[in-house]
């Protein structure tokens, strides 16, 4: 049955690689804390953490979505599974390669990234076959997808450069950019379409508002922040370049403020009546909310001299913002394909605000001065979540759909 419909094999396989890697991280901070495990150690494990999350479940989750809607939306023949297995099969097998081989072997760590990229690639390939199939007029988020694609894969062969010739220190540079450049661009070109679509078919009484400078806006804040990311590697020092840091904070306040207005305008109030569509909608506001965040941490890095918030705006958005959409998305599709009634029972209801707790907790552990077994317990929360909802929804996949249609 997984291999009945390409949401069933993509979202099988990015929910093992996540829990996987979230139960690996879990054991990284238990052995951080209190050495129980004595990890050796062949690749740092921050740029393990960092790569895994940022390529390794997230473009498996793309592929169940972008070619289950995308053909919708470019009015195309769909790819059957099988034509998946390949580049999916691939990404999989790499990236549980890359956080074995980080303790064991780091030519075993390269091979599993050189796998991934590969699959990456594939993958990515025969999703602009179908934009170039395409004769709709409309295919502005999915061309903006496919370019996100394309900076994946060259981001991800950045890093396969870096770990290969030793420029080690390039790793976590090409991995924000992706996180950028590829995660979010996708993201914000998906939300940009379906949150107000979602929105409207819900609650009539709210039209679909998506005007493409909205869009516009969220693609160049991820430009702006794909440039933050070389300029501050190119900073000869923390406090060289204030102007810069200034700007930034302007910046991030002002796009800040301008994406929470955004989510107010799309329905965050009146969703708050539906659970799933209220889980998109608190997700999206966790964007404007890292943004702001940043800009927080950047103003106390400039007066301070101290980077007061450690990595607490990173994992706003990552676990916050990409977090909390990646499980309301992932939950409305898997019910709707699976013959199911689109709405978040108390399991999922319960895990979303789990998570959202969890958020907290990692940025209050981010902050400098505090305890090292918080940053342990936040790990704990988010494996703990993760793991549930990923058992949940892959046993949905291996079963025929509860009203007998196929796919």
Excluded at 20 to 49: E, K, Y
Excluded at 124 to 147: I, N, P
Excluded at 273 to 290: D, E, N, S, T
Excluded at 364 to 392: D, Y
Aim: glycine share 10%; net charge positive; with cysteine.
């Amino acid at each position: 049955m997984v291999m009945a419909a390409p949401h069933r094999l993509g979202f099988a396989l990015a929910m093992l690689v996540l829990v996987v890697s979230s139960l690996w991280w879990l054991a990284v901070q238990i052995d951080r804390s209190t050495g129980a495990f004595g990890l050796a150690v062949q690749v740092s494990p921050t740029l393990t953490h960092a790569a895994v999350m940022v390529f390794g479940f997230m473009p498996l989750f793309f592929s169940g979505f972008l070619f289950t809607a995308g053909p919708n939306w470019l009015r195309v023949a769909p790819l059957p599974a099988q034509r998946l297995l390949g580049p999916l099969a691939l990404q999989t097998a790499g990236w549980l390669l890359w956080l074995a081989g980080a303790h064991t072997a780091a030519g075993l760590a390269l091979a599993g990234l050189v796998l991934a990229l590969a699959g990456l690639a594939w993958m990515f390939a025969l999703y602009w076959m179908l934009v170039r199939q395409s004769t709709v007029e409309d295919r502005v988020h999915a061309k903006a997808v496919g370019w996100g694609g394309v900076v994946g894969v060259l981001c991800l062969a950045g890093i396969v450069w870096a770990q290969a010739t030793g420029h080690v220190d390039w790793s976590l540079v090409w991995t924000r950019t992706a996180l950028w450049g590829f995660i979010v661009v996708v993201f914000v070109a998906v939300a940009h379409r379906m949150i107000p679509f979602f929105t409207s078919s819900v609650l009539p009484l709210i039209e679909i508002w998506r005007p493409f400078w909205v869009l516009w806006l969220m693609l160049g804040v991820a430009a702006w922040e794909v440039l933050a990311v070389w300029v501050d590697f190119a900073a000869p020092s923390l406090h060289a370049w204030p102007a810069w840091t200034i700007a930034c904070i302007v910046v991030e306040t002002v796009a800040g403020a301008v994406l929470l207005w955004l989510a107010v305008v799309w329905g965050l109030v009146q969703s708050l009546k539906i659970r799933l569509l209220a889980m998109l909608h608190v997700g999206f506001v966790w964007f404007g909310l890292a943004l702001l965040y940043s800009a927080l941490s950047q103003a106390l890095w400039l007066a301070t001299g101290r980077p007061v918030l450690g990595l607490g705006a990173l994992h706003a958005l990552s676990m916050g913002f990409l977090g909390s959409l990646m499980i309301a998305m992932v939950t409305r599709v898997s019910c709707g394909h699976s013959g199911r009634a689109l709405v978040a029972d108390n399991l999922v209801w319960g895990l979303f605000w789990a998570l959202q707790a969890v958020v907290g907790l990692r940025l209050v552990a981010a902050v400098e001065g505090v305890p090292l077994w918080l940053t342990m317990l936040a790990a704990l929360g988010w494996a703990a979540v993760i793991t549930v909802w990923g058992l949940r929804y892959t046993n949905w996949y291996g079963r025929p759909r509860l009203d007998g249609k196929p796919g």
